[in-house]
Every structure is written in C-alpha cells, then in structure tokens.
C-alpha cells in the first residue's frame, strides 16, 4: 500500500511540473519571419535557417522564428512590414527605399570593398557609432546589416573595360547611385530588379547587366552574361538590414534579448558577408571554367569611376547633413579605416 504522504509528494511533484511546462510554454515566443528569395537560394538556406536555429538554440527554446512559407509583400516593402508589425523580422536593401536612407549611400558608391565579411562588420560598427539614433532607423530592432563584396560589370556580347567601351550601353541597375553611376559613364541605365536581368538580355532592352559575380550564377545569367569587368575595389556596392519590429522586441524578456543580441548585431553581419566571400570566388571559378571572359577594368576606366566617386561623395555630404548625419566626413572615414583595418586581418 502506497504510503498517503507519498502519494501527495508525488501528486504535488506532477502539479508542478505541469505548471512549470505551462508557465514555459505560455512565455514562449515565436516569431514570424518574411523573406523574399527561394528557399533553394544560399540567403535563405545558408543564413537565414542558421540564425533562426541559433536564437532557438540561444534562448533554449523560448524565442522560435518561423520563416514564412512565402513573402509577405515584395522586397522594398520589407522595411515596413517590420515596422509595422505585419511579419516580426525581415530582411531587405537599403537601397530599395533610398530617400529613407541618404546616411547609407557612402556605402554604396565605388570602391567600397571587396571583402563583404570586413564590409558587413565595419558598416555595423559604423551604424552603431553614428547612426543608431538617426531617426531613419526607429521603430525596429536592428538585427544585423551587410555589404555583398563589390557589384561588377557584365556584358551580354563584349568586353567593356574602358570609358568607350561603357559608352552607350544599355545596363540594368537597382538603385539612384547605380543609376548615376552609369550615367556619368556616359551608359544608358535601365532600372529593373535582377531577377528580370534574364528577359531583358535575352529581349535585346539591355546590353548589361550590374550584379555580384555570385548573382550572375545564382540568378542563371551565365548564358546571357559571357564577358565580366573587375574594379578591383569594387564597381558598386549594396547595403542589407535584417530587422525587428520594435514593439515585439521589447517584449521579449531581458535574457532572452541578451542571448539575442550575442548572436546577431557584429556577428550576424559577420555571416552575411562570410556567405558572400564564398560564392563570389566560387562564382568567378565556375564562369572562366566556362570560358567566360573575365578582365580587370583599364586604368582609364578605374580614373573616370574615382572621378565620379569623388562627386559622389561631395553631393551625399550635404544630403547626409540634411538626413541628421552630424559629421558625414568623419562616418565615411570612420568605415573606410574600419574597413581595410578589418579586410587585413
């Protein structure tokens, strides 16, 4: 016979585990992820599902997040479905909403790298110097930002390595800086996303195309693509947030934010850009294996884009002044020594 003291020690024992998984499950978060590229693309399958398996793993379980089967709008729409709070953490470019964002343009302007792990790192360490407060920024968590490595010029049927081979050319590009870009080149700017890079080639609307040397493998233009112009700084870059809506991270309780935070901000912009420094030389391996041409950009062509760059830099100071960016000289020299201090290690 079960001794009654016992069988109340045992029953108050099982009470309690109940309510402990109940108290558990009832502070359990889970978050809702929008992401807008395939489930096949090395975004999604080498940095997104290793982030959310690291908050999970962080946090013991406590904060999930769950990727969306689908987007929950398109790509520059990300921002604000964050903001928002119509998804609870998306991902996206800056560059898609680039009146929001003027203290990001540096960069993105030629020859901002093409280390993309010691770009995404030092364009961290100078959000959180300088621009952490601008008030471009409220309303989310920011969770981490990234650089790609140097966007380069690809062409349909020729090489293009000097100012008269740009000339006249019809190329597609995403962004106003792109776009400037190419027009001071004297080139014809086509703004479209990339993944219509493909129908536009094969059309005859664009001669080129700008993209990562990862991009024209990943996004299939290596048939349309043949010819590849390196700037060994980097033709132009992009800028890319992951975000949280704000209101559900201060939610969240304040072990779970400092778990959170140990895996993201530095750290995660670090694996952003990890993932770009092994596709892009993959990339560039898997296209001249293909007998595509791939050359560096002529003297001449490299002393126009410095040219141009140095506009560049001039007009944005006095945009970043008006966007609240107190010193813009300072943040841009602040990235560049970040960055090559980063680049050298």
Same mark, same amino acid.
Not at 48 to 57: G, N
Not at 182 to 193: E, R, S, Y
Not at 256 to 268: F, H, P, Q, R, Y
Not at 321 to 340: C, I, N, Q, S, W
């Given at each position: 016979?079960?001794?009654?003291?016992?069988?109340?020690?045992?029953?108050?024992?099982?009470?309690?585990?109940?309510?402990?998984?109940?108290?558990?499950?009832?502070? !359990? /978060?889970?978050?809702?992820?929008?992401?807008?590229?395939?489930?096949?693309?090395?975004?999604?399958?080498?940095?997104?599902?290793?982030?959310? /398996?690291?908050?999970?793993?962080?946090?013991?379980?406590?904060?999930?997040?769950?990727? %969306?089967?689908?987007?929950?709008?398109?790509?520059?729409?990300?921002?604000?479905?964050?903001?928002?709070?119509?998804?609870?953490?998306?991902?996206?470019?800056?560059?898609? /909403?680039?009146?929001?964002?003027?203290?990001?343009?540096?960069?993105?302007?030629?020859?901002?790298?093409?280390?993309?792990?010691?770009?995404?790192?030092?364009?961290?360490?100078?959000?959180?110097?300088?621009?952490?407060?601008?008030?471009?920024?409220?309303?989310? @968590?920011? *969770?981490?930002?990234?650089?790609?490595?140097?966007?380069?010029?690809?062409?349909?049927?020729?090489?293009?390595?000097?100012?008269?081979?740009?000339?006249?050319?019809?190329?597609?590009?995403?962004?106003?800086?792109?776009?400037?870009?190419?027009?001071?080149?004297?080139?014809?700017?086509?703004?479209?996303?990339?993944? @219509?890079?493909?129908?536009? %080639?094969?059309?005859?609307?664009?001669?080129?195309?700008?993209?990562?040397?990862?991009?024209?493998?990943?996004?299939? %233009?290596?048939?349309?693509?043949?010819?590849?112009?390196?700037?060994?700084?980097?033709?132009?870059?992009?800028?890319?947030?992951?975000?949280?809506?704000?209101?559900?991270?201060?939610?969240?309780?304040?072990?779970?934010?400092?778990?959170?935070?140990?895996?993201?901000?530095?750290? *995660?912009?670090?694996?952003?850009?990890?993932?770009?420094?092994?596709?892009?030389?993959?990339?560039?391996? @898997?296209?001249?294996?293909?007998?595509?041409?791939?050359?560096?950009?002529?003297? /001449?062509?490299?002393?126009?884009?410095?040219?141009?760059?140095?506009?560049?830099?001039?007009?944005?100071?006095?945009?970043?002044?008006?966007?609240?960016?107190?010193?813009?000289?300072?943040?841009?020299?602040?990235?560049?020594?970040?960055?090559?201090?980063?680049? !050298?290690?």
């Amino acid at each position: 016979m079960i001794n009654p003291a016992i069988k109340l020690l045992k029953g108050a024992a099982a009470a309690a585990a109940i309510l402990t998984a109940t108290v558990q499950a009832a502070s !359990a /978060e889970t978050l809702t992820m929008s992401s807008w590229v395939p489930p096949t693309h090395f975004v999604h399958t080498d940095f997104l599902v290793p982030f959310t /398996e690291k908050v999970a793993e962080v946090t013991e379980g406590r904060v999930t997040v769950t990727i %969306l089967p689908a987007p929950l709008a398109s790509p520059p729409q990300h921002w604000e479905l964050a903001r928002n709070g119509v998804a609870d953490i998306t991902w996206g470019n800056f560059t898609y /909403e680039p009146e929001r964002f003027v203290p990001l343009w540096f960069a993105e302007f030629p020859n901002a790298g093409t280390n993309a792990e010691a770009q995404s790192r030092a364009l961290w360490q100078t959000y959180e110097k300088f621009l952490a407060g601008n008030p471009a920024f409220d309303g989310v @968590k920011m *969770l981490a930002v990234g650089m790609f490595g140097g966007g380069q010029l690809h062409h349909g049927s020729a090489a293009v390595t000097t100012p008269e081979d740009v000339s006249g050319q019809k190329f597609r590009m995403g962004g106003p800086i792109q776009e400037q870009l190419l027009t001071k080149l004297g080139a014809v700017p086509v703004a479209a996303p990339a993944t @219509k890079a493909y129908e536009m %080639l094969e059309s005859g609307v664009i001669d080129g195309s700008l993209h990562t040397m990862e991009s024209v493998v990943n996004f299939r %233009l290596e048939d349309s693509l043949k010819h590849h112009t390196i700037f060994p700084n980097g033709f132009y870059d992009a800028t890319f947030f992951v975000i949280m809506n704000g209101a559900k991270w201060d939610r969240l309780s304040d072990a779970d934010k400092t778990a959170i935070e140990a895996v993201t901000g530095e750290a *995660l912009s670090a694996a952003w850009g990890k993932n770009f420094d092994h596709q892009n030389p993959a990339a560039s391996e @898997k296209l001249a294996a293909e007998g595509h041409e791939i050359a560096e950009a002529a003297p /001449e062509l490299i002393t126009a884009v410095n040219s141009i760059y140095d506009e560049m830099v001039s007009e944005w100071t006095e945009k970043a002044k008006a966007a609240g960016v107190e010193d813009p000289a300072a943040m841009l020299g602040f990235y560049r020594e970040t960055y090559a201090e980063l680049a !050298a290690e």
